[in-house]
């Protein structure tokens, strides 16, 4: 066994060896590298040149310092540019990249121009550790060179001062596989020989602590140490099960060391045991008793060394050399009785076979066994120039450092490289480029595996595709269903296979000859594990994208349009081509034709390219009419090169809707007939432009009955379908019929459609017919152009039109799929509409059904000529400056353009189309190949199946939504609150109205006496009762309003009828009025409104019109209160000091609000909401509403009511005097007159300025504009509402005047007489009336009504219900009153319902729309009121009057209290998510919670969507503070009175940073701690292009007609900062809504935009910085999630991921300056067209990678990025890594599995989601910071080794197989030579 572990040893070293494609051997040193550099300072003009064997590296120099790390042999591995001259973030740079080079890397230095000014202790310290002796002597400008070793000697150094001259050194490197040797030993001893299980790593123990069993050490595959676990197998069986798992988890490759202690046989399963030999065991299964047993060996590999010995046979040790840079080992075994083996190893020269010739080469068949690696030695020329080599190259495992790779090429690139183990299937498209690509892990699961390499074999491959195969790693145990699916693809050697073989296929699908001695492979080779890589190459004929590709069969009824652009050619997945069509050929086949199209815009935009196909120049939308609005229809003929007639038609007698009018008809007819007759040479060309399918009807009819072209044969093209959608779909405001616009049912509305367009599509059946008029030319009809938008609606009508079609379709009547064809070239969208090129290629495939190919060019390349033939090209021309005709006309406000507004209405998509793009066919062959690396496999993606979760997130107190249970909740808190009220209040209550009752009825004649305001004569006089404590928010006092009598209360329904009948007979059994008023139950509905205001307006309440009017209780209150106090002042006068007056009246108020606070502050805490302690010591104090900041961001806003009664009540006794000296009735009148006009002045002043709706610029809790804080005062400031509380206190005044003017007036009759009662009937009803109608109809909503309702414009209703409810002291109460006063005994619970709603809300299982259950929680909270007031106000109030002094200590210890609490940290992410802290997923990757505290953050906010980067030394954080909310209230919109639900989103931008440690960083994806903490600010210097503060964004509306309601979307700030460095500045990208304020966004312009921010200062946020807008799009289209990044010293962003999209932009202006071709990436592609309801968006910055060793499956620079593919209609993200080529035209090259990270739930409710945010990398550690769920800042941290797993090749390619032609092959290899010939 040990001899034959050490020849394995020697073959592995030896083909390791052989595939270095260098002699190596273990025992020699290897060959020299002579490295000269030469240095330069500025004065000696600078250079910094580095040769290696006398060649010159391929790189650029730069100032400061040039660092060359080169491989062993003299390979340039890297090589960076340091400017240390200037910045000292560069010397940060060079140290962190000295320092993550690895121990024994050789290092090349030199200076060019200076390297000394901005040198840092740290890059000097990094320098020294290369060897550097000479570095102290640095000095400015001069010349400095080193060859060094990274921890060794220097080879070489030389310095000289700037007027020195150059330094030029020389240094020979021979470096010896000794040098790098690691010496591993592992000792075993079982019981009887000492029991010890130890490791040794260069002589050095390894400090682990074993125990009995199997001792476990991993090491890195670069001898680094990992980890160690003990399992003890020898007592306890799951610890072998223990043991498997651990060994199964290790990656391919990893070190592993086992050592036995004492004995791990006794339980050491065999599942544990088949995991040791996954390692290299042999021995295993001969493991007895007690035996001592040792291994060295590699995950997935060989053992290295291996023995054991049995129970007595002493300490066993075991001995392997691991070589640190070819990752290698030899090994010795020894036992105390054997002395180790000497091991040789010899080379195996690699052969051309496996060496890949560049482009245009192919290798020689006479030199492929030939061995050599140069393109001199293996390739040649080939025999023609379309002949490229293909092929693969299979490796199986081989070792610990190369675990097996497929490798698949053509013609010089590496298509497809795959290095995870199992069977790999590569199909190529004719053009040779990558079109699928699958991999079956046949090792991990043989049965299911090989089941599927079946299918796919069988089913997803068509006959005849070229199809390679190979194996990586391992695969070779294939079933025999899978062996013969093999087959039918020509192997002849698949069931040769054995374990570690390597197998390589070319092959077309067919039958095997085996069977029938037809067929064959192309190519085919097998090696055995000891042989080497088994490589199938063949030459093929490479067909061209367009020169050799068949023309499409285009006359059928479905075309094939499926493909994609590249290069502006049509690739279609078919693999044909369509003829291309100059003016000479088109106007050939139209000679003499009448084409007939009929749709609206975009089939418009398709006319107008078709008419300057045929006559470039021909139309000009502008000059000739020919713009959308402009026209109905428009004719026109030509004829010999000339337009000889143009007519552009309005029709007067025709709409756009449905109209089939006789009248129409005929003007139609009465159009066509305009025109010159038919001639033979002519073309006529007509449009109509139609919105609906009826009108197409009249319209075909028109032109089959036009006599003077009645024998031209038509051709017709009909293109309708958008208006539905933007009608039922869109809901668009421009949509024509109200009956689509209003179907919310998207399957009617579906109907409509489909019953539109059936007559049309019979009665274009008989026009179509081959015997028809079109018959010749032949229809077609088009699907809808493809919108840019995805929405399974708009897929929807698509079908409709395909399945509608379908059931006519024939050659002559074919059904175009333009909605297919445009996804292919979805960049080519311009705001709904296509491109010129877009419409040139749709007239390819059009014309190339209704015309003979013989008429076509013979060009196989369309060239397209004109300035706006893109849309990219459309895009960079923002102002229109290549359309000046178009511009000046259309876009002059001055003009009789119909599409002219305020600002004039320019479409880019019509400028386009206003100048001439020209369609030019050139013979040319082009090549597509893919770059090398790239990778294919399909992009997976995963969402739920629909609309987010019913269970919003909920972050109350508690959760439910089971209407049973609120009812049970309900029911058990009102009994006690009902026995409460009838124990504690209804029957004393009950006794006191019957005894005083009855008393005034046995004294009738007491009654007709007039009332006096004497105490006797009032306590004497029937009233109304209020409780002990007065119902609040009035203010009153006790005392007052106590009453002094009670109205007759019966006990029984008989007794209640008789004394109402007596009553109605006589009027003077009623009870006075008094001055005691039956308030209570009115107290108690206004504060039930304003409680469904609250829930309305926070949607939780039914949308019921009237519940939105709520808030205008308030102010009634107020008038209440002044009302009240004023009239017991007139009875009473006080004579307390102000200070005494105010103690004595907030003894109704203070105790309960006190109570509140605490409850309240406790939920807010518990969520992450309190306010800042300022607010909460104003709040404590009752003082919150006196600062208009303060109102809306304290706890329970709707207490700042009391805080302003607070003010009224020190304005009282100076207000008294005031109104006592008004002694006039008039001058009463008078004053409350003025009172109640002047506050008009708030919006009629306004009014005047055009600007009514001032106030509604005002986002809630937004403090820092002069708008903003004019709305605050006049909504919360009691100063604002002084007015109010006056006209009570004038109201009491007007009652007690009027009451004794009547007295005087009517004497003794004023009982008897009804001239003076029947008026007071009708005051109460005419206010509650008048009222009502105000709540109920939409279309009386005041003016300006949010601010004149709470100060002007209902006072007057409001006081009238007052003064009915109130009456004349003198009279009997009016009926309704008297009627209202036995619910008086609501009145104590009015203050504590209002009090308490937040509270009790908070509380409420359900925290969505509660619909009819919010009665439920209506009668709950008066429930829970009336236990409050009788367990809790009552108390607090007797306690309070009891200790007149004592009780200042609750304010006085309140507020030091609820600050204090306020100072405990509280994390609402947490609270909202849930989500650990940390989440680690293996030794190299882990999630965690960032630790980003925000210094500004209140009222709930969170920061979310961070933003990482490494600049100067620090770790800069960017992050948005967000923090959402909706809003309700009522408006107006389009003139009406609506509902207006605003959804809040708060954000801001903040910045941060710490300090930065690389070795902390460099060890954070293993270690896990936290490298930095940052503490954020809010960045406040952002200004606007034109100097302004950033706010007053636009606000997107969107209007719901079905129910009047208008939700508004409002952002307050910037979203979503992205931080990067650009030429040594530290710049910010960031998304926003335009700060244009409400009024000032044009139309359309309610969508986000890209900006940019350069040179940010973190430590000074105030510092103005201007954000410019990236201007390289539209500004009517969403902008956002752009990558930035740099190429060459430009910055550059990323647009759009697919289409991939490159901009570069101009950091100045924002300006694009030069855009780039775009590219497609096919598995993006294809996801899309499979699911176009995704998105597929960008997100983070871009980083360039260039480290090859820890990126293996792209062995090249390339850019690192970061996109996110969500679900609009369910808001989930599916969130991956991507890779780009570092060249233009910036190629996506790969995309990574998807990433792991935490989901959390929004606060807003709906599907849990995560979204990428920011990527930074700095050495190998990478971390991505996300948002999870909108609540929470996060990163997903790991190794770029880690990361760059989840770029392996490994998913199938699932997109439609394609059509595929022969080719031409001499495929040669060790096998089979096999040849296939013919096309």
Same mark, same amino acid.
């Given at each position: 066994?040990?001899?034959?572990?050490?020849?394995?040893?020697v073959?592995?070293?030896?083909?390791?060896a052989a595939?270095s494609?260098?002699?190596?051997?273990?025992?020699?040193?290897?060959?020299?590298?002579?490295?000269?550099?030469?240095?330069?300072?500025?004065?000696?003009?600078?250079?910094a040149?580095?040769?290696?064997?006398?060649?010159?590296?391929?790189?650029?120099?730069?100032?400061?310092?040039?660092?060359?790390?080169?491989e062993?042999?003299?390979?340039?591995?890297?090589?960076?540019?340091?400017?240390?001259?200037?910045?000292?973030?560069?010397s940060?740079?060079?140290?962190t990249?000295?320092?993550?080079?690895?121990?024994g890397?050789?290092?090349?230095?030199?200076?060019s121009?200076?390297?000394?000014?901005q040198l840092t202790p740290a890059?000097r310290f990094?320098?020294?550790?290369?060897?550097?002796?000479?570095?102290?002597?640095?000095?400015?400008?001069?010349?400095y060179a080193?060859?060094?070793?990274?921890g060794?000697q220097?080879l070489?150094?030389?310095?000289?001062?700037?007027?020195?001259?150059?330094?030029?050194?020389?240094?020979?490197?021979?470096?010896?596989?000794?040098?790098?040797?690691l010496?591993?030993?592992?000792?075993?001893?079982?019981?009887?020989?000492?029991?010890?299980?130890?490791?040794?790593v260069?002589?050095e123990?390894?400090q682990?602590?074993s125990?009995?069993?199997?001792?476990?050490?991993?090491?890195?595959?670069n001898?680094?140490?990992r980890?160690?676990?003990a399992f003890?197998?020898?007592?306890?069986s799951?610890?072998?099960e223990?043991?498997?798992?651990?060994?199964?988890?290790?990656?391919?490759?990893?070190?592993?060391?086992?050592?036995?202690k004492s004995?791990?046989?006794?339980n050491?399963?065999?599942?544990?045991?088949?995991?040791l030999?996954?390692?290299?065991a042999s021995?295993?299964?001969?493991l007895?008793?007690?035996?001592?047993?040792?291994?060295?060996?590699?995950?997935?590999?060989?053992?290295?060394a291996?023995?054991?010995?049995?129970?007595?046979?002493?300490?066993?040790?075991?001995?392997?050399?691991?070589?640190?840079?070819?990752?290698?080992?030899?090994?010795t075994?020894?036992?105390?009785?054997?002395?180790?083996?000497s091991?040789?190893?010899?080379?195996?020269?690699?052969t051309?076979i496996?060496?890949?010739?560049?482009?245009?080469?192919?290798?020689?068949?006479d030199?492929?066994d030939v061995?050599?690696?140069?393109a001199?030695?293996?390739?040649?020329?080939?025999?023609?120039?379309?002949?490229?080599?293909?092929?693969?190259?299979?490796?199986?495992?081989?070792?610990?450092?190369?675990?097996?790779?497929?490798?698949?090429?053509?013609?010089?690139?590496?298509?497809?490289?795959?290095?995870k183990?199992?069977?790999?299937?590569?199909?190529?498209? %004719?053009?040779m480029?990558?079109?699928?690509?699958?991999?079956?892990?046949?090792?991990?699961?043989?049965?299911?595996a090989?089941?599927?390499l079946?299918?796919y074999?069988?089913?997803?491959i068509?006959?005849?595709?070229?199809?390679?195969?190979g194996?990586?790693?391992?695969?070779?145990e294939?079933?025999?269903g899978?062996?013969?699916a093999?087959?039918?693809?020509?192997?002849?050697?698949?069931?040769?296979?054995?374990?570690?073989?390597s197998?390589?296929?070319?092959g077309?699908?067919?039958?095997?000859?085996?069977?029938?001695?037809?067929?064959?492979a192309?190519?085919?080779?097998?090696?055995l594990?000891?042989?080497?890589?088994?490589?199938?190459?063949?030459?093929?004929?490479l067909?061209?994208?367009?020169a050799?590709?068949?023309?499409?069969?285009?006359?059928?009824?479905?075309?094939?349009?499926?493909?994609?652009?590249?290069?502006?050619?049509?690739?279609?997945?078919?693999?044909?081509?369509y003829?291309?069509?100059?003016t000479?050929?088109?106007?050939?086949?139209?000679?003499?034709?009448w084409?007939?199209?009929?749709?609206?815009?975009?089939?418009?935009?398709?006319?107008?390219?078709?008419a300057?196909?045929?006559?470039?120049?021909?139309?000009?939308p502008?000059?000739d009419?020919?713009?959308?609005?402009?026209?109905?229809?428009?004719?026109?003929i030509?004829?010999?090169g000339?337009?000889?007639?143009q007519?552009?038609?309005?029709?007067?007698?025709?709409?756009?809707?449905?109209?089939?009018?006789a009248?129409?008809?005929?003007?139609?007819?009465d159009?066509?007939?305009?025109?010159?007759?038919h001639?033979?040479t002519?073309?006529?060309?007509?449009i109509?432009?139609?919105?609906?399918?009826?009108?197409?009807?009249?319209?075909?009819?028109a032109?089959?009955?036009d006599?003077?072209?009645?024998?031209?044969?038509?051709?017709v093209?009909?293109?309708?379908?958008?208006?539905?959608i933007?009608?039922?779909v869109?809901?668009?405001?421009?949509?024509k019929?109200?009956d689509?616009?209003?179907?919310?049912?998207?399957a009617?509305?579906?109907?409509?459609?489909?019953a539109?367009?059936a007559?049309?599509?019979?009665?274009?059946e008989?026009?179509?017919?081959?015997?028809?008029?079109?018959?010749?030319?032949?229809?077609?009809v088009?699907?809808?152009?493809w919108?840019?938008?995805?929405?399974?609606?708009?897929?929807?009508?698509?079908?409709?039109?395909?399945?509608?079609?379908s059931?006519y379709?024939?050659?002559?009547?074919?059904?175009?799929?333009?909605?297919?064809?445009d996804?292919?070239m979805?960049?080519?969208t311009?705001?709904g509409?296509?491109?010129?090129?877009?419409?040139?290629?749709?007239?390819?495939?059009?014309?190339?059904?209704?015309?003979?190919?013989e008429?076509s060019?013979?060009?196989?390349?369309?060239e397209?000529?004109?300035?706006?033939?893109?849309?990219l090209?459309?895009?960079?021309?923002?102002?229109?400056d290549?359309?000046?005709?178009?511009r000046?006309?259309?876009?002059?406000p001055?003009?009789?353009?119909?599409?002219?507004?305020?600002t004039?209405?320019?479409?880019?998509?019509?400028?386009?189309a206003?100048?001439?793009?020209?369609?030019?066919p050139?013979?040319?062959?082009v090549?597509?190949?893919?770059?090398?690396?790239?990778?294919?496999?399909?992009?997976?993606?995963e969402?739920?199946?629909?609309?987010?979760?019913?269970?919003?997130?909920?972050?109350?107190?508690?959760?439910?939504?089971?209407?049973?249970?609120?009812?049970?909740i309900m029911?058990?808190?009102?009994?006690?609150?009902?026995?409460l009220l009838?124990?504690?209040?209804?029957?004393?209550?009950?006794?006191?109205?019957?005894r005083?009752?009855l008393r005034?009825?046995?004294?009738?004649?007491?009654d007709?006496?007039?009332?006096?305001?004497?105490?006797?004569?009032?306590?004497q006089a029937?009233?109304?009762?209020t409780?002990?404590?007065?119902?609040?928010p009035?203010?009153?006092?006790?005392?007052?309003?106590?009453?002094?009598?009670? %109205?007759v209360?019966?006990?029984?329904g008989?007794?209640?009828?008789?004394?109402?009948?007596?009553a109605?007979?006589?009027?003077?059994?009623?009870?006075?009025?008094?001055?005691?008023?039956?308030?209570?139950?009115?107290?108690?509905?206004?504060?039930?409104?304003?409680?469904?205001?609250?829930?309305?307006?926070?949607?939780?309440?039914?949308?019921?019109?009237m519940?939105?009017w709520?808030?205008?209780?308030?102010p009634?209150?107020?008038?209440?209160s002044?009302?009240?106090?004023f009239n017991?002042?007139?009875?009473?006068?006080s004579?307390?000091?102000?200070?005494?007056?105010v103690?004595?009246?907030?003894?109704?108020?203070?105790?309960?609000?006190?109570?509140?606070?605490?409850?309240?502050?406790?939920?807010?805490k518990?969520?992450?909401?309190?306010?800042?302690?300022?607010?909460?010591?104003?709040?404590?104090w009752l003082?919150?509403?006196?600062?208009?900041?303060?109102?809306?961001?304290?706890?329970?806003?709707h207490?700042?009511?009391?805080?302003?009664?607070?003010?009224?009540?020190?304005m009282?006794?100076?207000?008294?005097?005031?109104?006592?000296?008004?002694?006039?009735?008039?001058?009463?009148?008078?004053?409350?007159?003025?009172?109640?006009?002047?506050?008009w002045?708030?919006?009629?002043?306004?009014?005047?300025?055009?600007?009514?709706l001032?106030?509604?610029e005002?986002?809630w809790g937004?403090?820092?504009?002069?708008i903003?804080?004019?709305?605050?005062?006049?909504?919360?400031?009691?100063l604002?509402?002084?007015?109010?509380?006056?006209?009570?206190m004038?109201?009491?005044?007007?009652r007690?005047m009027?009451?004794a003017?009547m007295?005087?007036?009517?004497?003794?009759?004023?009982?008897?007489?009804?001239?003076?009662?029947?008026p007071?009937e009708?005051?109460?009803?005419?206010?509650v009336?008048?009222?009502?109608?105000?709540?109920?109809i939409?279309?009386?909503?005041?003016?300006?009504?949010?601010?004149?309702?709470?100060?002007a414009?209902?006072?007057?209703?409001?006081?009238?219900?007052?003064?009915g409810?109130a009456?004349?002291?003198?009279?009997?109460?009016?009926?309704?009153?008297?009627?209202?006063?036995?619910?008086?005994f609501?009145?104590?619970?009015?203050?504590?319902?209002?009090?308490l709603?937040?509270?009790?809300?908070?509380m409420?299982?359900?925290?969505?729309q509660?619909?009819?259950?919010?009665i439920?929680?209506?009668?709950f909270?008066?429930?829970v009121?009336?236990?409050?007031?009788?367990?809790?106000?009552?108390?607090a109030q007797?306690w309070?009057?009891?200790?007149?002094?004592?009780?200042?200590?609750?304010?006085?210890?309140?507020?030091?209290l609820?600050?204090?609490?306020?100072q405990?940290?509280?994390?609402?992410?947490?609270?909202?998510?849930?989500?650990?802290?940390?989440v680690?997923?293996?030794?190299?990757?882990?999630?965690?919670?960032?630790?980003?505290?925000?210094?500004?953050?209140?009222?709930?906010?969170?920061?979310?969507?961070?933003?990482?980067?490494?600049?100067?030394?620090?770790?800069i954080?960017?992050?948005?503070r967000?923090?959402s909310?909706s809003?309700?209230?009522?408006?107006?919109?389009?003139?009406?009175?609506?509902?207006?639900?605003e959804?809040?989103?708060?954000?801001?931008?903040?910045?941060?940073?710490?300090?930065?440690?690389?070795t902390a960083?460099?060890?954070w994806?293993?270690a896990?701690?936290?490298?930095?903490?940052?503490?954020?600010?809010?960045?406040?210097?952002l200004?606007?292009?034109?100097?302004?503060?950033?706010?007053?964004?636009?606000?997107?509306e969107t209007?719901?007609?079905?129910?009047?309601?208008?939700?508004?979307?409002?952002?307050?700030?910037p979203?979503?900062?992205?931080?990067?460095?650009?030429?040594?500045?530290?710049?910010?990208?960031?998304?926003?809504?335009?700060p244009?304020g409400?009024?000032?966004c044009?139309?359309?312009?309610?969508?986000?935009?890209?900006?940019m921010?350069?040179?940010?200062?973190?430590?000074?946020?105030?510092?103005?910085?201007?954000?410019?807008?990236?201007?390289?799009?539209l500004?009517d289209?969403?902008?956002?999630?752009?990558i930035?990044?740099?190429?060459?010293?430009?910055?550059h962003?990323v647009?759009?991921?697919q289409?991939?999209?490159?901009?570069?932009?101009?950091?100045?202006?924002?300006?694009?300056?030069? %855009?780039?071709?775009?590219?497609?990436?096919d598995p993006?592609?294809?996801?899309?067209?499979?699911?176009?309801d995704?998105?597929i968006?960008?997100?983070g910055?871009?980083?360039?990678v260039?480290?090859?060793?820890?990126?293996?499956?792209?062995?090249?620079?390339h850019?690192?990025?970061?996109?996110?593919?969500?679900?609009?209609?369910t808001?989930?993200?599916?969130?991956?890594?991507?890779?780009f080529?570092?060249?233009?035209?910036?190629?996506?090259?790969?995309v990574?599995?998807?990433?792991?990270?935490?989901?959390?739930?929004?606060?807003?409710?709906?599907?849990?989601?995560?979204?990428?945010?920011?990527?930074?990398?700095?050495?190998?550690?990478v971390?991505?910071?996300?948002?999870?769920g909108?609540?929470e800042?996060?990163?997903?941290?790991?190794?770029?080794?880690?990361?760059?797993?989840?770029?392996q090749?490994?998913?199938a390619?699932?997109?439609?197989?394609?059509?595929?032609?022969?080719?031409?092959a001499n495929g040669?290899?060790?096998?089979?030579?096999?040849?296939e010939?013919?096309?």
């Open positions: 066994m040990m001899v034959k572990t050490v020849l394995w040893s073959f592995a070293l030896c083909w390791s595939l494609r260098e002699a190596i051997t273990h025992d020699s040193s290897m060959a020299p590298s002579n490295i000269s550099v030469t240095s330069a300072g500025f004065q000696s003009g600078p250079r040149d580095i040769f290696v064997n006398g060649a010159k590296l391929p790189v650029v120099s730069g100032r400061g310092i040039n660092v060359a790390v080169l062993i042999d003299g390979a340039l591995r890297s090589f960076q540019v340091f400017d240390t001259s200037s910045n000292a973030s560069e940060q740079a060079l140290a990249f000295l320092s993550a080079l690895g121990v890397d050789l290092v090349v230095v030199a200076v121009s200076d390297a000394f000014g890059a990094a320098i020294l550790e290369l060897g550097a002796m000479l570095l102290d002597n640095l000095s400015f400008q001069a010349a080193l060859i060094g070793i990274k060794g220097a070489a150094e030389g310095l000289r001062n700037r007027d020195d001259g150059v330094v030029q050194i020389n240094g020979s490197y021979t470096p010896s596989a000794e040098d790098f040797l010496n591993i030993t592992a000792l075993s001893a079982g019981f009887t020989s000492g029991s010890r299980a130890e490791i040794f260069e002589g123990r390894l682990v602590t125990r009995r069993g199997i001792n476990v050490a991993v090491f890195e595959a001898g680094v140490f980890t160690f676990r003890d197998t020898s007592s306890n799951s610890e072998s223990a043991l498997a798992v651990f060994l199964n988890s290790l990656a391919v490759g990893d070190l592993v060391v086992a050592v036995v004995d791990a046989m006794a050491l399963g065999t599942v544990a045991k088949l995991a030999k996954d390692c290299g021995f295993i299964d001969q007895t008793f007690q035996a001592s047993y040792a291994l060295i060996g590699t995950k997935g590999g060989p053992a290295w291996e023995d054991l010995l049995p129970a007595v046979g002493g300490v066993l040790i075991v001995n392997a050399s691991y070589d640190a840079r070819t990752k290698w080992m030899t090994q075994t020894s036992s105390t009785s054997t002395a180790p083996p091991t040789t190893i010899t080379t195996v020269p690699a051309c496996s060496y890949i010739c560049p482009t245009g080469t192919v290798l020689k068949r030199m492929q061995a050599g690696q140069s001199t030695t293996c390739c040649g020329s080939p025999t023609s120039p379309k002949l490229v080599d293909v092929g693969v190259q299979s490796l199986a495992f081989q070792g610990p450092e190369n675990s097996g790779e497929a490798v698949f090429f053509a013609n010089g690139f590496v298509v497809s490289s795959i290095s183990r199992g069977f790999v299937v590569v199909v190529l498209r %004719p053009d480029s990558l079109k699928s690509s699958a991999l079956f892990d046949i090792f991990g699961d043989k049965v299911n090989s089941k599927s079946e299918e074999l069988d089913n997803g068509a006959d005849g595709e070229l199809t390679l195969m194996i990586a790693s391992e695969a070779h294939l079933s025999e899978a062996k013969k093999i087959e039918r693809f020509g192997a002849q050697h698949i069931d040769e296979l054995q374990f570690h073989s197998y390589a296929l070319m077309r699908k067919g039958v095997s000859r085996r069977l029938t001695g037809s067929g064959s192309l190519a085919e080779m097998h090696r594990r000891k042989q080497g890589p088994a490589v199938a190459v063949s030459q093929m004929l067909e061209d994208s367009t050799d590709k068949p023309f499409c069969k285009a006359r059928v009824a479905n075309p094939p349009v499926a493909g994609w652009i590249s290069n502006n050619q049509l690739e279609l997945e078919d693999g044909c081509r003829a291309l069509w100059e000479t050929g088109a106007s050939a086949c139209f000679s003499g034709q084409v007939v199209s009929i749709g609206s815009s975009n089939t418009i935009l398709l006319f107008i390219q078709l300057n196909l045929l006559l470039p120049g021909s139309i000009v502008v000059r009419s020919v713009s959308l609005g402009e026209f109905d229809a428009f004719d026109m030509i004829e010999n000339a337009a000889i007639y007519l552009a038609h309005r029709f007067d007698q025709c709409t756009h809707a449905s109209d089939d009018s009248v129409c008809k005929q003007e139609k007819k159009m066509l007939a305009k025109a010159p007759r001639s033979s002519a073309i006529r060309l007509t109509f432009e139609e919105l609906f399918w009826p009108n197409a009807a009249s319209d075909l009819d032109v089959m009955a006599d003077g072209w009645k024998d031209a044969p038509l051709a093209v009909v293109h309708i379908v958008t208006h539905y933007y009608c039922s869109m809901r668009a405001d421009y949509c019929r109200l689509l616009k209003g179907e919310t049912d998207h009617k509305g579906l109907d409509i459609f489909s539109d367009m007559p049309v599509l019979k009665q274009l008989a026009i179509c017919a081959p015997n028809g008029r079109a018959g010749s030319r032949g229809c077609a088009l699907t809808s152009s919108f840019g938008w995805q929405d399974q609606r708009y897929a929807d009508y698509q079908d409709k039109i395909r399945n509608a079609v059931a379709s024939s050659e002559t009547y074919r059904l175009v799929d333009v909605s297919l064809l996804q292919g979805s960049g080519e311009i705001g509409h296509g491109s010129p090129l877009s419409f040139l290629w749709a007239w390819q495939v059009l014309l190339g059904g209704m015309c003979p190919l008429l060019s013979e060009g196989n390349f369309a397209f000529e004109g300035k706006l033939c893109t849309a090209d459309v895009k960079r021309d923002p102002n229109f290549q359309c000046p005709g178009y000046d006309t259309a876009c002059d001055n003009s009789g353009f119909e599409w002219k507004s305020k004039g209405w320019c479409m880019d998509w019509e400028c386009a206003s100048v001439p793009c020209i369609l030019k050139i013979k040319k062959n090549q597509l190949l893919n770059l090398t690396g790239a990778c294919f496999d399909d992009v997976s993606v969402f739920s199946d629909g609309a987010p979760p019913k269970n919003h997130a909920c972050f109350r107190v508690w959760c439910l939504e089971d209407t049973a249970i609120e009812l049970a029911i058990s808190v009102m009994i006690p609150a009902l026995v009838c124990w504690g209040v209804v029957p004393e209550h009950l006794r006191t109205r019957m005083l009752g005034t009825l046995r004294r009738p004649k007491q007709a006496e007039p009332q006096t305001d004497s105490p006797k004569a009032s306590s029937p009233g109304v009762t409780s002990d404590v007065p119902a609040v009035h203010g009153a006092d006790p005392a007052s309003a106590r009453p002094d009598v009670c %109205p209360v019966p006990s029984t008989a007794e209640a009828a008789t004394v109402i009948k007596d109605a007979a006589n009027p003077r059994k009623r009870a006075l009025a008094g001055d005691k008023f039956p308030l209570g139950l009115a107290r108690f509905i206004a504060a039930q409104h304003v409680v469904l205001f609250h829930l309305y307006a926070d949607g939780h309440a039914p949308q019921i019109y519940f939105g709520g808030f205008t209780w308030v009634w209150f107020f008038m209440l002044g009302f009240v106090l017991g002042h007139i009875r009473r006068p004579k307390d000091t102000v200070f005494q007056y103690e004595r009246r907030l003894v109704t108020l203070y105790p309960l609000y006190a109570l509140t606070l605490l409850p309240a502050f406790a939920i807010a518990s969520l992450g909401q309190t306010p800042s302690s300022v607010v909460l010591v104003a709040q404590t003082l919150q509403a006196w600062n208009p900041e303060w109102p809306e961001h304290a706890l329970g806003v207490c700042w009511f009391l805080s302003a009664m607070l003010l009224h009540m020190i009282f006794k100076p207000l008294s005097w005031l109104l006592d000296q008004v002694s006039s009735l008039e001058g009463t009148v008078a004053l409350m007159s003025s009172l109640l006009v002047l506050p002045l708030a919006v009629v002043v306004p009014e005047a300025l055009q600007n009514r001032w106030y509604e005002h986002v937004a403090n820092d504009s002069l903003d804080l004019v709305t605050l005062f006049v909504n919360y400031n009691p604002s509402y002084v007015h109010v509380f006056v006209i009570g004038l109201l009491a005044k007007l007690t009027l009451d003017k007295r005087e007036l009517a004497g003794d009759t004023i009982l008897s007489s009804w001239k003076w009662r029947l007071l009708f005051v109460l009803p005419a206010g009336l008048g009222l009502l109608l105000v709540f109920c939409r279309e009386l909503q005041p003016w300006g009504a949010r601010i004149t309702t709470l100060i414009v209902l006072l007057p209703l409001q006081a009238l219900v007052l003064f409810l009456g004349l002291p003198s009279l009997p109460l009016p009926w309704l009153t008297y009627g209202a006063s036995y619910l008086d609501l009145e104590p619970y009015a203050f504590a319902v209002y009090l709603q937040g509270v009790i809300y908070s409420w299982p359900n925290g969505g509660m619909g009819e259950s919010v439920i929680f209506l009668i909270l008066f429930g009121s009336v236990m409050v007031v009788h367990l809790v106000q009552r108390p007797r309070w009057q009891r200790h007149p002094i004592g009780h200042w200590a609750v304010p006085v210890l309140l507020t030091p609820l600050v204090g609490l306020n405990i940290p509280s994390n609402r992410a947490e609270a909202f998510t849930k989500l650990p802290a940390e680690r997923h293996d030794r190299l990757m882990v999630d965690l919670h960032l630790p980003i505290t925000d210094s500004g953050g209140n009222f709930g906010s969170v920061l979310i969507n961070p933003s990482i980067h490494i600049f100067g030394g620090k770790v954080v960017a992050a948005r967000h923090h909310e809003v309700q209230h009522v408006g107006q919109y389009n003139g009406s009175l609506v509902t207006v639900i959804q809040i989103w708060h954000s801001n931008i903040v910045l941060g940073e710490a300090d930065f440690s690389a960083w460099a060890a994806p293993e896990g701690r936290l490298p930095f903490s940052a503490k954020a600010n809010t960045w406040t210097g200004r606007t292009e034109a100097g302004q503060k950033w706010r007053q964004l636009c606000v997107k209007w719901i007609p079905n129910n009047q309601t208008l939700l508004r979307h409002v952002v307050t700030g979203e979503d900062p992205k931080v990067f460095e650009h030429e040594g500045s530290l710049d910010l990208a960031f998304n926003s809504l335009p244009l409400r009024d000032g044009e139309e359309g312009k309610q969508v986000s935009q890209m900006y921010a350069s040179n940010i200062d973190v430590l000074k946020m105030s510092q103005q910085k201007v954000g410019h807008r990236l201007r390289c799009d500004s289209k969403a902008e956002k999630n752009w930035p990044f740099t190429y060459q010293g430009k910055l962003y647009y759009t991921p289409p991939h999209k490159v901009v570069a932009i101009d950091p100045s202006d924002g300006s694009c300056e030069e %855009p780039y071709e775009e590219t497609i990436f993006l592609r294809r996801l899309q067209a499979r699911r176009p995704l998105a968006r960008g997100s910055q871009a980083v360039l260039n480290d090859t060793s820890a990126t293996p499956r792209l062995r090249r620079s850019y690192l990025a970061l996109l996110h593919i969500s679900h609009p209609s808001g989930e993200y599916n969130n991956f890594a991507y890779r080529s570092a060249e233009p035209p910036f190629q996506v090259l790969q990574s599995t998807r990433l792991p990270l935490q989901v959390a739930e929004p606060d807003r409710g709906g599907n849990p989601f995560a979204f990428v945010s920011g990527l930074s990398i700095h050495g190998r550690t971390v991505i910071g996300y948002g999870a909108d609540v800042s996060r990163a997903l941290v790991m190794s770029l080794e880690r990361l760059d797993e989840m770029f090749c490994h998913e390619d699932t997109a439609e197989s394609r059509s595929s032609k022969g080719g031409v040669t290899n060790a096998t089979a030579k096999n040849n010939t013919g096309r």
